[in-house]
């Protein structure tokens, strides 16, 4: 008993799980095996493979002494024992077979199989003597799997070469059926084709699992095809029997028919013509995508050529079907609602299982397939590969892809190994995840790092699954007809021309330069342009998209992130394509911003940004380059153009309204005179306190595109600084800030207008508060006032800036409201505006700031409320226009039928202006007369490409109503 116990002791030590039990065993086997102990520690159950083997021992005594002289046979053996329970208990019914550990090869399957049943060649035609050849046919099937899974556990063979050596091994069995079947039924005048399907066709079959097949007949020449028909069935069923049937040596696995036409309710077996009926009148979205693994397995290997010849065809057209992909996608989702409570742990249907991967790259296949024969890959890894290589899939998500797939099948295989069940679901007991583990080479901490890594894997193949099988791409790909996609050039010119592009050769030369090439980036954009093409031509200005497209891409095309976003961020793509084709302005902000595409893919990217996040960002910029003003204004107006691009998108995508607009437009232009006047301050010192009013649009929150910014300088002097040393470097920084702002950059301009200081133009540039308060408390003209409305503070010091807007409220907010000889003189002077300042030969009605209800009369009208009211009814108070026309119908003021007339105007009117700067590049207060711009401008504001006419009708009609308005409210009509 003390012996026992030691040796248990020892045992444990060593690796055994259960000391007690292996001492047990090891006293009980008849012989010595300390020689054999280091060795079975080291296999991934060292408590099984002991069991295994002292019963194999035990039962052959010989097997000892051979696993002593070779080291080959040993390794192998020790280390099937150590993961299947099942072929070890095959060994101890059938010890001559530990023999086959010693070949380096065994022979050729099929020949094997066929000699065991007695069907060889050389064998006699009687098997009258012979052994069952059921039984037989499971001996020497489970002979050779016993020895691929030697060398699969031992590292002597790849993961793909277990799956093809499984999957011939499988044809060569049911050819082995198939000959047991012709014993048990007349079939001379018939020929039968086994088809192999899912992982058998496509060679990449698991060691447990059923078998689908497909069933093809043809009779013999002058034989009747019913009678042939029917000897098939019979025959049909007599090798799916031979398989399936159970014996003292169990069955092999299922043979599953339920692929072929019409599922179990149709008839077992057809000819090839009936097939192909079937195939091109009655057959699912899903039917093409299981034959894409369709291969002759067995039987008629000639007439199994022919059936797979005919269907590859209708295989790789399948994509064009209406709603193929749709389809896909929905078969996918119905088989993920079906999974079992265990779905988490399924390593086959549960999320970031073998089936999302598989779905994954056969639905790619079949999209892109149709086009790019080196697709056309039974196999998962090989076909995985080919799309990465053919850029369909990214690098670094093929590796992925690969890897987990890697995983999850030797997984699967060592489940599976364990008791030669067919199953997927992971356990859940230390033990079995052990064993796991350690057959995977995890030997420290094999439950807690196999697990892990399991997670990993899982996880990582659901998030490249739902990104590439929900891929909006392959639905636009799919749709596309076959001329279309090819991009010959005939077949382009032709599609550009009725795609409506204006310069089909010029297209054409810019395709070419594109996609021509062996290249991965002209791979990827052979896939990407036809489709694009198409959202070019839904934009207004399809040339320049595609123009503008080709200099995006030839800034960018060897950056590795650009065309893969594009590719598997559809969203990205197409929205960079209505960006290209609405007009010049977004896209020259893109020429030199091109790592902007990123933010195209999302909503949130595209939200206009806090205006502390701005500051904090340029305040940094200007940190930098504290050395260097230019530098740091540099880097500045970079941001400003980034955020100019972000909202110009987000304008063209109807994500923000005009309001938004302009409140964007206007915070970022006080951000940039923010950083200009910090980088100004760290070169002429800080003598003086410094401040910058907004004025007009910029004051009201209104800016457009096109906006200069209207300012007005002031500075304070700091106590114990002579006021002329404080004026001399006030202007010092004015000037300083005009100028970085106005340096040639490819950046927008933007244009410092201090024109509505007092005295104008003629006026100084910079004064002090207190030279305002002098100046407005004794010359101020109304119109001052009126303009006084729009001021703010926009930057510099804000106390400053805050005792600057106190200092002008009495002016711009007056007590007793205004006189009526400074209203009569307001309206005289707003006629006047009308009459002269209104640009020579433009037409009056179609002018959106000047014209007859256009901005300038909305406006007019809420500044003289405010100069009448504001006053006494605060509410008034804001430098906005619309907010103003909504206070006064608050206050009853303002009929709400007139404010929402002439707040639609105002839109109305603010959106053409912008529209007019996203198409032409180029500020404009007119709808354009030429008819081609005009469609443009209509497009981009949501009109379809005839609309042009019903636009300017609209506008018309949004004016005159206006203007009605404002006759009646601001002149008194």
Known sequence: MPRIESTAARLAKLGFADGARAA??????????????????????????LVSLTRLIEREPAVLDTLRHDERLRSRLLAVLGVSAALGEHLVRHPGQVALLAEPRLGEPRAALLRAVGAAPEEPESRAEGPDPLVALRVAYRGMLLHLAARDLTGEVTLGEVTAELSDLAGAALEAALAIARTECEAGDVRLAVIGMGKCGARELNYISDVDVIFVAEPREGADEAKALRAATRLAQAMMRACTATTPEGSLWEVDAGLRPEGRSGPLVRTLTSHLAYYRRWAKTWEFQALLKARPVAGDLELGAAYVEAVNEMVWSAATRDHFVEDVQAMRRRVETHVRAEGERQLKLGPGGLRDIEFAVQLLQLVHGRLDPLLRRKATLPALAALSRGGYVGRDDSRGLAEAYTFLRQVEHLLQLHRLRRTHVLPTGDDDLRRLGRALGMQADPVGEFTARWRRHAMEARRLHEKLFYRPLLQAVSRLQESEARLSATAAKARLEALGYVDPAGALRHIANLSTGVSRRAAIQRTLLPVMLGWFADTPDPDAALLGFRQVSDKLGSTPWYLRLLRDETAVASRMARVLGTGRYATGLLMHAPDAV?????????????????????????????????????????????????TAVADIFRLIDIETVGGALSQLTDVTLQAALDAALSRAGHLTSFAIIAMGRLGGMECSYASDADVVFVHSPRPGVDEREATDAAYTVANEVRRLLSLPAPDPPLIIDPDLRPEGRQGPLVRTLASYRAYYSRWSSPWESQALLRARFSAGDPALGAEFTSMIDRLRYPAGGLPDDAVREIRRIKARMEAERLPRGADPALHTKLGPGGLSDVEWVAQLLQLRYAGTVRSLRTTRTLEALRAAVA????????????????????RIRDAIMLVKGRPGDSVPADSGERRLIAQTLGYPPDGSEDFLDDYRRVTRRARKVVDRVFYGA
Request: glycine share 6%; with cysteine; aromatic share 2%.
């Open 24 to 49: 047990r065993l090891v006293g009980t086997a008849g012989a010595d095996l300390d020689d054999l102990l280091e060795s079975l520690v080291k296999v991934a159950d060292p408590d099984q493979a």
């Open 598 to 646: 990123a933010m195209l893919g999302s909503d949130a990217e595209l939200a206009v940004r806090p205006v502390e996040s701005l500051l904090g960002e340029a305040s940094a910029a200007v940190s930098r380059h504290a050395d260097n003003p230019e530098s740091a204004v540099t880097a500045v107006r970079a941001l400003r153009r980034k955020e100019l691009f972000r």
């Open 891 to 910: 206050e009853g003021l303002l009929a709400p039928a007139d404010e929402a007339v002439l707040a639609e105007a105002w839109r109305c009117a603010s």
